[in-house]
């Protein structure tokens, strides 16, 4: 699975839109005028208000020359975006110069430009923006004019409280700075990883759909070469016995008649059912799923069969749609077993009237203790990436999307996957894939994904579907 684009090189534009940036500084105008407003007319403080009032007004003159200069859809570039968030802090720093400096409750709004950076910007960006609001936050405990208040009588708040103040807005910035970057990267990293987990499911489906296409077309020839077949036995008919003109007659019905014989083992009726390749049993599945990695280094044993004391009815084996998404997660979890294994992977599927299980144990070292609550997520590996001449198919692996990808195609089909160590004294890991019976042979849930054939070419097509 190639690397998405964005996790090769930082990209140069940042996910803030104008458009959010805009709207966001309009919300921090009506709030800046209402509340100098409330305290120089309401409550009657005195305070600077006409330079207020022009600090105020620079924002909203911005917000229309933006408005102006870019589309409302324009995608801020990261250096642009950090210059308009840095001048969000230099302008409130400055509000809160003219009102009494840190002694002024909205201080702790200089979290809020800081916030934004650390879900929209690279972490250095938001670093640069932390320690400028920062700093402000430090200088406004010794630089500011008198907190408004009432006529003739000042308010002047011990240092103690002043540095308290610091601490509270420092680790708050902090705190929400480094919670949001967090969010914000795991939402990318399971963005991309969907992403890359629709492509390779869309390369599955391509495959499985040219089944569908090679019938159709198998189909179609019939008819002419039916008519070359009638046609070349008239012609025999006609034709001198024992000369040249006979025998390409006869050597032309005889390539006719071995055509049409080829592509009866292609053509099937849309209403035929084809058990090789629309149902399939759990031995058939856990087959064509292992089949590509049989003969590597590790042996692969495989042991089906129902549970202990079942009915006749739980002992048949299972038989459900062939599912391009279950069979390439099931492959790469057999490849995983087959990479770490010493000398043997084995394979068990067993049955009953409620569920359908499969397990994959390999003998290899088995999963570090550090890694078992996180594999499973996107970008998430134990398995250093190959060396370019180490690459399958032209693509890198040891990525960390293979188990992710398996897992998500898997829980799609209406399976759960639990992934555990042996116990001692055998060695290795094991994994569990368990589906409701029901499920696993219910039509209707085992289609997550649909592609729609088109005469003229291939068109797959992405729809949701139960399980």
Known sequence: MALPERHRKEPSESRLRLQTAVRLRWFAVAGQLLTVGIVYFVLGFQLPFGICLAFIALSAWLNVFLRIRYPARTRLSNSLATWLLAYDILQLAGLLYLTGGIDNPFTFLLVAPV???AATLPLRNTIVLGVLAASATILLIWYHLPLPWRYGAGLELPMLYKLGALSSVLAGMTF?????WRIAKEARQMSDALAATELVLAREQQLHALDGLAAAAAHELGTPLATITLVTKELAREAPPGTPFADDIALLNAQAVRCREILKKLTRSPSESDPLHAR????QLIDEAAG?????SADIVVNAGPEAAVDRAGSLEPV???????????GNLVEN???FAREKVEITARWSTREVVVTIADDGPGIAPEVMDTLGEPYITTRPSRRPEQYRDGEPSGLGLGFFIAKTLLERSGASVAL??????ERGALITISWPRQVFESRQATAPIVAEQRPEGLDVRFESGVG
Not at 320 to 330: A, H, K, Q, T
Request: avoid cysteine; charged fraction near 20%; charge should be neutral.
């Open 320 to 330: 459900g749609e062939r599912r391009p998404g279950v069979i390439y997660g099931l």
């Open 280 to 283: 399939m049993s759990v031995t």
């Open 115 to 117: 916030t934004v950076s």
């Open 176 to 180: 929400l700075a480094l919670y949001v």
């Open 420 to 425: 555990e160590n042996r116990e001692p004294p």
């Open 337 to 339: 077993a087959v990479d």
């Open 292 to 296: 590509p990695y049989r003969g590597f």
